[in-house]
């Protein structure tokens, strides 16, 4: 097993053929899988049923992961956490994790940076750096999950923690400290990192391991539109998103660059096949702009655009970046647009902006890093 690349990027099979390859039995390969994915452990000392003789060996060849946290922030309500992960190659990523009455969602990332260049995204400002291997899209997941569990036992172990899961509904105590969704809606565009992407996403549902449900994670792209043909061939469980945040093309290119090459007229044709091959609901991103794109006549455009199709808008108040000076949609200006999206009957949701006090907006975090000029 190379250096160059974490245990998490390594299949069941991968391992175990290495492990043979060292005189290993098959069988420690299902032990390690275990300790991984199940168990979540993330050190070779941990695994405590493997001979001391493999476990160095293990460790002088092949790390178990490759992030390393360099800042960590909570929201001052406590609801929202953010890491900055640094990669051996010194790229940075965000993760972040929304905690919620019924659940706990972690946002995560598929690239270091972004180069689809949308002008309202701090990552897209930022430029691209790399695309993350699947292991590095897979350990973001874990150790949050890792984070939820530490924290039940801790609480477990205290008459204050106790009393409060005591008196939690039933529906909150068997999601307090698990993860309940996975969004890849972090730094990068999925589809333009696809292999790793869907690697990581079996290794993320793999009944033998984590076994974490399908529908319970959603992939988010800018509008890759071969991208979206092919993932509509998967017949994937998991869940599909679509950055729009416009309903014509002179605004849209103005915002997001893709859609000089992918304009509505290629895109919206693409999301109906998706809806109408998988049966599965589609969903839409709007980030709302003041005076950009919360205007009546973008809802109506928009209403226009996706009448009758099986999808749902999530609309977003713009968080703010540095490079960009568009403003968040006022109270007045969202009712307005959704009132509109209400009379066509297009099922929409006003999401809650999270952890705006620790730069939770995809790609903020890490750049005011490049501000501050950390080390």
């Keep these: 097993m190379s250096n160059e690349s974490s245990l998490y990027d390594r299949t069941l099979v991968q391992i175990q053929t290495t492990l043979e390859d060292w005189g290993e039995p098959a069988f420690r390969a299902k032990q390690i899988w275990e300790w991984l994915y199940v168990r979540l452990v993330d050190s070779y000392e941990a695994m405590t049923n493997l001979p001391r003789s493999l476990r160095d060996r293990l460790a002088a060849t092949h790390p178990i992961g490759r992030l390393t946290p360099q800042i960590d922030l909570l929201?001052?309500?406590?609801?929202?956490?953010?890491?900055?992960?640094?990669?051996?190659?010194?790229?940075?990523?965000?993760?972040?994790?929304?905690?919620?009455?019924?659940?706990?969602?972690?946002?995560?990332?598929?690239?270091?940076?972004?180069?689809?260049?949308?002008?309202?995204?701090?990552?897209?400002?930022?430029?691209?750096?790399?695309?993350?291997?699947?292991?590095?899209?897979?350990?973001q997941v874990l150790f949050f999950e890792r984070e939820l569990r530490t924290a039940e036992r801790e609480n477990a172990r205290t008459s204050e923690g106790a009393t409060r899961r005591a008196n939690l509904k039933p529906e909150l105590q068997s999601t307090e400290h698990r993860l309940t969704n996975v969004v890849l809606m972090g730094m990068g565009e999925p589809f333009a990192n696809y292999s790793a992407l869907m690697a990581a996403l079996d290794r993320l549902s793999d009944p033998s391991g984590y076994n974490f449900g399908a529908r319970?994670?959603?992939?988010?792209?800018?509008?890759?539109?071969?991208?979206?043909?092919?993932?509509?061939?998967?017949?994937?469980?998991?869940?599909?998103?679509?950055?729009?945040?416009?309903?014509?093309?002179?605004?849209?290119?103005?915002?997001?660059?893709?859609?000089?090459?992918?304009?509505?007229?290629?895109?919206?044709?693409?999301?109906?096949?998706?809806?109408?091959?998988?049966?599965?609901?589609?969903?839409?991103?709007?980030?709302?702009?003041?005076?950009?794109?919360?205007?009546?006549?973008?809802?109506?455009?928009?209403?226009?655009?996706?009448?009758?199709?099986?999808?749902?808008?999530?609309?977003?108040?713009?968080?703010?970046?540095?490079?960009?000076?568009?403003?968040?949609?006022?109270?007045?200006?969202?009712?307005?647009?959704?009132?509109?999206?209400?009379?066509?009957?297009?099922?929409n949701t006003l999401r809650i902006r999270r952890g705006i006090d620790i730069h939770a907006g995809c790609g903020q975090l890490r750049q005011t890093a490049a501000v501050r000029s950390l080390p």
């Design 75 to 139: 929201s001052s309500d406590g609801w929202t956490r953010k890491i900055l992960f640094r990669l051996p190659d010194r790229s940075q990523i965000e993760t972040v994790l929304m905690e919620y009455d019924t659940r706990n969602t972690v946002c995560i990332s598929t690239q270091a940076g972004c180069g689809m260049g949308c002008t309202f995204c701090a990552t897209g400002q930022g430029g691209f750096q790399r695309n993350l291997t699947a292991g590095e899209i897979v350990e």
């Design 216 to 347: 319970r994670m959603t992939v988010s792209t800018v509008g890759l539109v071969p991208m979206i043909e092919r993932f509509t061939q998967e017949r994937s469980q998991v869940n599909l998103a679509v950055s729009l945040h416009a309903a014509t093309n002179e605004l849209r290119a103005s915002m997001l660059p893709l859609n000089q090459r992918y304009p509505l007229e290629v895109l919206i044709p693409a999301c109906r096949a998706y809806t109408e091959i998988t049966r599965r609901r589609l969903s839409f991103e709007w980030a709302l702009i003041a005076g950009v794109n919360d205007t009546p006549e973008q809802a109506r455009a928009l209403a226009r655009l996706i009448k009758g199709m099986r999808c749902h808008v999530n609309l977003i108040p713009l968080n703010p970046t540095t490079g960009y000076g568009g403003a968040a949609s006022t109270r007045e200006r969202i009712a307005a647009f959704r009132s509109i999206l209400d009379e066509h009957r297009i099922p």
